[in-house]
């Protein structure tokens, strides 16, 4: 099936420092998400983005947080500064329509903050 | 609080047998509920969804009843396979586009 691709697939960084996860979409998809699955707990929505603007944000996008898709490249999440709360793992999801499409899951990018 | 509520965390059946996975949510806006399974290493796949307009959706051995006036659904798999150990995550839609309020998974184990 169509398939989402993340890099890294694990990062670990010093807090403090920033970070940016890539997603590369399912290429004919016009919906883009970030979801967040701190270990042992549910994914959270993050953000979704689409015709290069965020529609929506939850109350865990803070303001250190930005995404962007350049030029129809990767899909990315930065996070500039980085916290200790911030290591979970990120899902990155796509989808062709809004509203009734089916979202497709990447692999997700564990980001471990020390 | 939690939104979307999973029973039981994790459930061990044996090859064959119908394994029955649960879930329950708060708001009553929800009006779509899929199912993801998750395969260890990596992100969750759509295995089947069901509308809040329908009672019951099938698909092979897989099987969601649907009971709005509760808030329930429940997820059944029949002859169960050890293939299909993985995590289940039930999730639910309402307004926004794309955001999906999870479960926190039930772990299945599939014994031959």
């Known amino acids: 099936g169509p398939k989402v691709l993340q890099i890294p697939s694990h990062q670990i960084i010093d807090m403090g420092q920033m970070v940016t996860l890539n997603c590369d979409p399912v290429?004919?998809?016009?919906?883009f998400y970030w979801y967040k699955q701190i270990l042992g707990q549910q994914m959270e929505f993050l953000v979704n983005?689409?015709?290069?603007?965020?529609?929506?944000k939850s109350k865990l996008f803070k303001d250190q947080f930005s995404v962007e898709r350049p030029d129809g490249s990767y899909f990315t999440l930065k996070i500039q500064p980085t916290a200790l709360e911030d290591s979970a793992v990120y899902f990155c999801?796509?989808?062709?329509?809004?509203?009734?499409?089916?979202?497709?899951f990447g692999e997700g990018s564990k980001l471990t903050v020390l | 609080q939690q939104q979307v509520r999973q029973s039981p965390q994790s459930l061990t059946v044996w090859e064959g047998e119908t394994a029955i996975l649960n879930c329950s949510y708060e708001?009553?806006?929800?009006?779509?509920f899929p199912w993801y399974q998750q395969f260890p290493g990596e992100g969750p796949a759509l295995l089947i969804s069901?509308?809040?307009?329908?009672d019951k959706k099938e698909d092979g051995r897989f099987t969601i009843f649907f009971n709005k006036r509760e808030k329930k659904l429940s997820l059944h798999i029949t002859d169960s396979q050890p293939g299909d150990s993985a995590t289940y995550f039930c999730?639910?839609?309402?307004?926004?586009?794309?955001?999906?309020?999870f479960g926190r998974g039930t772990r299945l184990q599939v014994y031959a």
């Open positions: 999730a639910a839609r309402a307004q926004v586009v794309g955001q999906l309020t």
């Open positions: 069901i509308r809040s307009v329908s």
């Open positions: 999801a796509s989808s062709l329509t809004g509203r009734t499409g089916q979202l497709y």
């Open positions: 983005f689409y015709n290069g603007k965020v529609m929506e």
């Open positions: 290429s004919n998809h016009l919906y």
């Open positions: 708001d009553s806006t929800f009006n779509y």
